[in-house]
Structures are given as C-alpha cells and as structure tokens.
C-alpha cells in the first residue's frame, strides 16, 4: 500500500465548478499536512498547509480527519488557471512524503 | 520567500557519462537539502537527504555510489549521476531547509533539472 494516496484523475470541470480532491495517508503517526500544486515540468509549490480544525485562503478549503487519515481540498469558482496536478504530502520521520498527484483541467 | 536554484536545467547527455546537478539556496542558509527524483506521471520520490559537513543519507533502493551526494557549504549541494544510464532520465529536483525555520517541515524547492540520457 502506497503511503499516500490519491485519485490521478483527471478532473475535468468547467470553469466556476467547485472541485473536491481526496488523500488518504497509511503512516499514523504523520504530523503535517500539505497540499502542493504542481505545473506541467515544474516543480512543486505549496498551496496550503493542512489543519485538523480545517482551513480556508480565498476559494481553497483544506480539511484533515485524523481518525479516519484523510485529507481533502476543495476549489471553488474554478479559474482556467487552477488547471495542474494537486499533490497530497505528509511528513514521515521528518521527511515529505508525497502522494502521486490528482490532475485537474478547468476548462472554458 | 526563499529562493532555490539549480543548474543545470535540463542535459542531454550520452550513456556511460557523468552528469553533476547544482542546488543552491540564494537567500537563505540550508543545513539540509533534499533530493528527489520524478518519473513521468508518478509522484516525487525522496532519493537523498543531504546534510551540510557529513554524509548524505539515502532512501532504501538509490545507490549511493551511483548517485553522489556533496554538501559542502549551507548554500550548496550538488548530485552526480554516475555513468547514467537511460533509465536514468527523470526529472531531479533539490529541496533546502531554511537553517532559522523551527517547523522541520518547510522546504523550499528548486525548479527542477531535466535528465536525458541517450
């Protein structure tokens, strides 16, 4: 089983749709929680950090269940510009941990 | 925010050649990088994590002899891939640990360097 995963996708939503990606993770005792974006030939950047009590920044909601180890994101109002592939990364003895991606295409 | 580069780009290069990959952290000091490897349409493998002033520790699988590791100053790490081979080729980016940040988890990555070996 892999460490982390993810659906690959791909997503395919119009432009305005609200998205919703899943991740689940195997280790326990993983403390931090993140959701990075990356670009076709890019390389990844942080979109969010995770928190057990949910977080919001503009149309991104990430929440984390520990119990069930599970984290989600949420796009809402998607933009031609959120097409990419969402990674899903924990941390495990102090390392990142990411999962395989979740791409997603908005398209007009 | 914390800027990592990494020279080269990208490099063709022939079966049986060496080829050194350079990460450096412009405006911040990084006790520790990390290495990593991305095949097409899978996830960002960890190779190595490379510690300034002693040796790299790597993941279960990479070939340290194969792939080496120098970390020589706290702005600096290059990755040498050993006579490379095509199954080499891949897509190898470098992250840094900012020396100030408490939370071990914050990395900084740089923008990747495109291996292709013939």
């Known amino acids: 089983r892999k460490e982390v995963e993810q659906d690959p996708g791909p997503f395919n939503v119009p432009e305005g749709a609200t998205v919703a990606f899943n991740c689940t993770y195997s280790n326990s005792a993983s403390q931090s929680f993140f959701w990075y974006r990356q670009d076709c030939r890019k390389e990844p950047k942080l979109l969010m950090s995770v928190y057990s009590s949910g977080n919001e920044d503009g149309r991104f909601t990430a929440q984390l269940n520990r119990a069930s180890q599970y984290i989600s994101l949420l796009i809402r109002d998607s933009k031609l510009s959120d097409s990419a592939t969402y990674l899903c990364?924990?941390?495990?003895?102090?390392?990142?941990?990411f999962g395989t991606g979740t791409r997603l295409l908005v398209s007009p | 925010g914390a800027v990592v580069s990494q020279h080269p780009s990208w490099v063709i290069c022939k079966s049986g050649t060496s080829v050194k990959i350079e990460c450096r952290s412009l405006?911040?000091?990084?006790?520790?990088m990390f290495w990593y490897r991305q095949f097409p349409k899978q996830s960002l493998m960890l190779m190595a994590t490379s510690n300034e002033g002693s040796k790299a520790t790597y993941e279960q699988g990479v070939e340290k002899d194969k792939f080496l590791i120098n970390h020589a100053s706290l702005t600096l790490s290059t990755l040498t891939v050993t006579s490379a081979h095509p199954e080499d080729s891949s897509f190898y980016i470098c992250?840094?640990?900012?020396?100030?940040?408490?939370?071990?988890?914050?990395?900084?990555f740089g923008p990747g360097t495109r291996l292709t070996v013939l």
């Open positions: 405006d911040f000091q990084a006790t520790t």
């Open positions: 992250s840094a640990r900012d020396l100030r940040e408490t939370t071990y988890n914050e990395q900084f």
């Open positions: 990364v924990v941390t495990g003895f102090q390392k990142l941990v």
